[in-house]
């Protein structure tokens, strides 16, 4: 994902909105940092802020939304997530308009600095490094899911998994069961 800054170069009010989809992550994806049980589909990150030329100094303010699919770490089931944080960095400039244009020397790690080639942010290692961040340890379908029955494969408490009712009962508690069902009928 790549941005093209020069016009705050040349704009007055030194302000430049931007509201950028991906339309391909295969950059963020290469750089190994993505675990693949994350699946990002082309369109899934979207990035909303601003450039905005401080003096000799250019920052980026932008919020990030990522969505992708998963697997449900108990059941398998595929399920959507989604992930947003802020990201906040000073742009370095080399070569085109604006040239010179530095970071300042104190009060900012040299992390927090992207750079701008010829006036374009490339933003995708930076993405990559934050959505490993932000992204979740445990996906869950939802927070009580049963997970899976380990005999049959099917989800705990589906009706078709009998697994649960033929392993449970101890065969010398069969007996006092028939009992107790006989007692029942009665
Ligand atoms: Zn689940
Ligand atoms: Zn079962």
Known sequence: MKIDINEIFSSHTGVLDFDV???????????GMIPDYVRIPDDGIRVTGQFRSAGEFIYLSASVTVRYKTDCDRCLREID????????????????????QTVPDDGVDEEDVIAATDGVVDLDPVLAEEIALMLPTHFLCSEDCPGLCPVCG?????????????????????????????????
């Open 154 to 186: 099917r989800l705990r408490g589906d009706p078709e998994c009998k697994c649960a009712e033929k392993k449970e009962i101890d065969p010398r508690l069969a007996i006092l069961k028939k009992l107790l069902d006989n007692s029942e009928e009665v």
């Open 21 to 31: 989809t991906s339309d391909g992550i295969r950059e963020i994806t290469e750089t």
């Open 81 to 100: 997530g989604e992930t947003s944080f802020d990201l906040r960095r000073s742009v370095a400039v080399s070569g085109g308009a604006g040239r010179g």
